[in-house]
Every structure is written in C-alpha cells, then in structure tokens.
C-alpha cells in the first residue's frame, strides 16, 4: 500500500510539473509579442521615483561661438553624448559634458553633407556615420570629427538608420517614396542592398495626402519601427527580416484608415481617437506616449505582467530641487532615462535650495541645453 501510494505521489508531482512548464508565458503571445491593451488599462498613477533613482544634471561645455542649438536628435553611448541641433551640427560631448568636437561641413563636397537625417556610432565608439539622404551618400567621420571616407546611397528620403548585431546595417524610408512598397532596406558591410522589406500598409500610405514620421527607436543592440497607420511595431531581426514585437490593442479608439484620406477629417476629427506617439523600451518596460482629445496621456507597460499604468509625470520625490514634468526621451543600454531642458525653463522650475542656487549660477554662463538623466530601478 505504501508503495502505491508512493507511485501515485510520484505521478501526482510529475503531472504538476508538468502543467507548470507548459503554463503560457503571459508576457508574450503566440510568436513571441506582447499585447498592449489601452481599453483595459489600469487607472492607477505611478510616480516616478517609484521606477527609477534621483534625478541628475549634466551641463554641456559652453561654447561662445558655437553653443548647442535646438536639438533635433541625440544618442548615449557608454562613454559619449552625440546631438544633432538645427544648424546641422553634429556635437560630441563626453558623458560628464566635456565637449569633444562638432562636426559642421555642409556642402556638396566630397566630404560635406546637406542635412543629417541621421546617425549611428560604432560599437567601439570609434567612428560615426552620418545619414545625408539629400547628398546620396553616409559620410564616416572618426569621433574626433576627422573625415575617412563616404558611401553612395540611393535613398534620397531616407530618415532612419541603424547598425544591426549581425554586422548589416538597415535604413528607413517611406514607402510613399519607394519602389514596389519597400520601407525597409537591409545593406551589408559595405551598405549594398541584400534585402528589402515591403510594409502591408505601403501601398495605402502612397494614398494619403500628407506625411506621417515613422516612431524607430533602439535598445539593447535592436531596431523597432512602427508605421503611423499600423497597430504593430515589428522588430528587425537577424535574418534582414522583421517580425511582429507589439500589437496595441486601441479598442473603439482606433481611427479607421479610411479616415487617414482625408485630410479635412483627419486633422478635425484625429483627437476623438488614440494616436501612438513616442515609444520607448528598457529592460522591464515600454514607455508610451499617446495622444487624445488634444492632451498627451503616458502609459508605462509592464513586460512582467502585461500590465499598462499611467504615469504621473511631476519629478516630486524624483528631485528635491526641482518639479517638472519629465519624460523620457532616450534611454540607454545602462538603463537610464534622458530628457533636455531649455535653461530658460530649468530656471524657471527650480526651488529654493541651496543645490538649486548652485545650478542657477551655472545657468548665469551656460546657454546650452541641460540634461537631466536618471537612471531605472532594479
């Protein structure tokens, strides 16, 4: 008797095992992407300081002659802070803020560019390649501004680059403006084409009457887009394809495409439903950004769980000397957030404390946008 019941309870715990192994993963669905659900999105705001430590400032090396201008875009590596403002100056700064360079050749020689859509920076933060779609080419420049050779390209409304883990680069341009469809690109080593990638909304984008950006973003050495009139962001994978990494669940907030046609409608009617702006990732979460009824609402997606909170964005308990509201408009591998400030505005939000005067004094010589960081919780 003892025995059988032995053999029951051994059979009891393997079947258990059993069902816990092959219990669904609730962070993913079907082929390995997570589900966004907005309709049932748990009204429960979250303070800032609950994912993420104090908040810090980093003040650029002022320049008299050539100060930091409205920044269009910017990039943090593990040792170097890259911005591109309006001017079409591309500025190295290291992390503490201490300026290394800029690079400014615009022109049509051989080693100008006309506009910087974009740009990536070597894994050993060593070269940096610059996106003129305008000029057809990628310009290489080491990271002190030194020019070492140019590629041509054929995508002159390319927006977006990136490097990939396999060593392949890929670029963004819309379908409006390419052949057959294609919006993505796939270049080898030596940026010649080895694949293209055709958006199933490609050929209804080249209907509507006015340009939508697409949101590209970059984490943990991998590349997400997503199309302004899709509900899912694809991920670029290793084999020069992409494949499905979100599905927004927008619910009766989602604006019919045939409502994209028309531009009267759009513009008059697009806040009566949710419009995904910015989307931003880091090791537990999605930080997203949405647009609705003329307001933005921010939601921080748990990966854990699939779980969707609202974000308060107030940095009280976040920062003792300062109160605004802080979004992230970067984070990095290191897994801190980035957000500049006009100093005109940083002034204006700081308290009265003894660090706060501190800054106010930098402030009084320094005109360069200020960065604020800070970095997420364990």
Known sequence: MNKLNC?????????VLILINCKPDNNKINSGYYIVDFDNAKDKEMKLYEVADSLKFTFLQYDKENPVGEILHYKVTENYL???DQQQKLFVFKKNGDLVTFIYNKGRGPSEYI????????????SIFILSPTSGKLLKYDIYGNFIESFSI??????????????????????????NNFNIFFLDKNFQV????????????????????????????STYYKEVLSDTVFKINQKNTSEPYILFDLGKKRMPDKYYEKTGYYQKNAHKFYQVGSILESGKYFFLQIAYNNEKKYFLYKKNNNESLIINLGT???????????????????ETMYRFIDPIELRSKLKETSEAN?????????????????????
Request: proline content about 3%; some cysteine.
């Open 7 to 15: 053999f029951y309870n051994k059979c009891y715990l393997l079947i």
């Open 82 to 84: 890259f911005i591109v």
């Open 115 to 126: 506009t910087i859509e974009d740009f990536i920076v070597d894994s050993r933060e060593e």
């Open 154 to 179: 054929n995508y002159t409304h390319a927006a977006h680059i990136s490097k990939l883990t396999n060593g392949n680069y890929c670029i963004y341009q819309s379908a409006r403006f390419s052949e």
């Open 194 to 221: 080895i694949n293209s990638v055709i958006d199933s909304k490609g050929a209804f984008i080249k209907k509507i009457p006015y340009l939508l950006d697409v949101v590209w973003g970059n984490h943990n050495n």
């Open 316 to 334: 009280k308990g976040f920062s003792n000397n300062i109160d605004i509201d802080f979004w992230p408009e970067y984070i990095d591998d290191s």
């Open 358 to 378: 501190e800054i106010k004094n930098i402030l009084d010589s320094n005109d360069n946008p200020v960065l604020l960081s800070g970095k997420l919780l364990d």
